[in-house]
């Protein structure tokens, strides 16, 4: 599993360390630096709504098999589950 905190905080360095490579000396230049930090921290938002989405998923599938499994074992037991 990959430490979510930790890829950020690489990518941040290298992020900031490119943006900021060369201070903005006009409007154009300000504008294009502020348009590029402000693309920079969409993606990086995406990419983590993304990675909670699959981990959200990923968890709902883990909690269906673990009530499967506890359903097959309660029966296996001879005990009744819980009517839905």
């Known amino acids: 599993m990959v430490d979510v905190k930790d890829d950020m905080t690489n990518n941040d360095t290298e992020s900031y360390a490119s ?10 230049e300000l504008t294009q630096y502020v348009q ?5 921290i969409q993606d990086k938002f995406q990419n983590m709504s993304d ?6 998923d990923e968890m709902g599938s883990r909690i269906d098999d673990l009530e499967k ?3 097959d ?4 037991a001879g005990v009744e589950g819980p009517d839905k």
Request: proline fraction near 4%.
């Open 19 to 28: 943006v900021n490579s060369a201070d903005p000396k006009n409007v154009q």
């Open 36 to 40: 590029s930090l402000l693309q920079t």
């Open 51 to 56: 990675q909670i989405l699959t981990r959200i």
């Open 69 to 71: 499994n506890i359903g």
């Open 73 to 76: 074992l309660m029966t296996q």
